[in-house]
């Protein structure tokens, strides 16, 4: 994974996978001491599906948590996510 021009090492395991709806990462290795990224799929009709992420972190202590915290800062997540949403929106709809 990268994080602008930054290399991230990054393994996460897919856990309560149900493709209609939802599933979780739970990090394995990673940037943070806990990471937990539930993605839930809720139909709003046939042809619109709302996505939900919910996330539960911590950072590490140390040297690694101060830079962990300035990469992973919420505003970063945010900008993150919205990145991810106007990218699935493209690739869905096709504009």
């Known amino acids: 994974m990268w994080f602008g021009p930054f290399p991230v090492r990054w393994t996460a395991r897919h856990v309560n996978v149900d493709h209609l709806r939802g599933f979780t ?8 001491s806990h990471w937990q990224h539930t993605h839930t799929f809720t139909a709003i009709s046939e042809e619109v599906t709302e996505v939900q992420d919910r996330i539960e972190y911590e950072y590490p202590q140390g040297w690694q948590g101060l830079w962990t ?10 900008f ?3 990145y991810r949403s106007w ?3 493209k690739a869905t ?3």
Not at 25 to 32: A, L, N, S
Request: net charge positive; glycine share 8%.
């Open 25 to 32: 990462d739970i990090q394995e290795k990673g940037p943070m």
């Open 69 to 78: 915290r300035l990469l992973y800062a919420p505003i970063m997540l945010r």
């Open 80 to 82: 993150l996510f919205l």
């Open 87 to 89: 990218v699935t929106k």
């Open 93 to 95: 709809l096709g504009k």
